[in-house]
């Protein structure tokens, strides 16, 4: 049976963006895989109060809608309540004409080598942030789960749908993916990080990138303590690695 992918795509505000998103990865999931694999697009509009939806409806084979804003994680749960796929790639709505690179993330997953693949993303080209919100989840990750990882935040990986749903429901704010990254570790989960070419929006360091940070930052200690409190044994394997 041909492998099945779903592309799960949580979007907030990103009118602007998710257009180009989608059309370029359309194009280069079709140049790649068609007929070799199945796949569908699935994107969740998490309470957006721009036209998002509008804009998605051409290119999304699901396109999901939350009356409010219920965060990342609870956008990212609905798309795997829709997914039919057993691979599952989570990427962000603004990648534009890099969305397509983030495919590479599933050969692992094909292969039988990994359970999960996090894309590393090359360096900033702009001054963003001091890395304080990296350093943490970093930090935070090694602790509590034994798993040193060079992209803690990073929304774009690729997971089997079987061991995911393994691990519970998803964190519902924006610290999902570090809590994701924690509760695969912990499960035994044998994961992998690639460098995949992938660009997207980035905040400076004027005055709302301030706020921004400091919200992600607030968000991943609040993920961090929540682990702490329900603390279970490492599983922790040494096939883990980065490729």
């Not at 795509?9 to 140049?31: C, F, K, M, S, V």
Request: charged share 30%; hydrophobic share 40%; glycine share 10%.
């Amino acid at each position: 049976m041909k492998p099945y992918l779903s592309i799960i795509i949580p979007a907030w505000n990103e009118g602007g963006h998710i257009e180009d998103t989608l059309r370029y990865l359309q194009e280069q999931a079709d140049l790649l895989w068609s007929p070799a694999m199945r796949f569908e697009i699935i994107v969740v509009d998490d309470g957006s109060r721009d036209n998002t939806y509008e804009v998605a409806w051409p290119w999304a084979d699901k396109l999901i809608k939350h009356s409010r804003r219920c965060g990342k994680g609870a956008a990212m749960q609905s798309g795997i309540a829709e997914a039919r796929g057993d691979l599952l790639l989570f990427l962000d709505a603004d990648l534009q004409a890099t969305a397509g690179e983030a495919l590479v993330l599933i050969e692992p997953l094909l292969r039988s080598e990994a359970d999960m693949a996090i894309a590393k993303l090359p360096p900033s080209r702009t001054k963003a942030g001091f890395g304080l919100v990296k350093g943490l989840a970093r930090r935070g990750i090694r602790r509590l789960s034994g798993y040193e990882t060079e992209a803690p935040l990073s929304g774009q990986r690729a997971v089997r749908a079987d061991r995911l749903r393994e691990l519970g429901k998803l964190r519902r704010g924006f610290g999902v993916e570090v809590a994701l990254t924690i509760d695969a570790a912990r499960r035994g989960l044998r994961i992998v990080e690639l460098d995949v070419p992938i660009t997207h929006r980035e905040t400076g360091r004027d005055w709302h990138g301030f706020v921004h940070r400091g919200k992600q930052f607030a968000a991943v200690g609040m993920t961090l303590l929540s682990r702490w409190r329900e603390r279970k044994p490492v599983w922790y394997s040494s096939d883990r690695s980065s490729i």
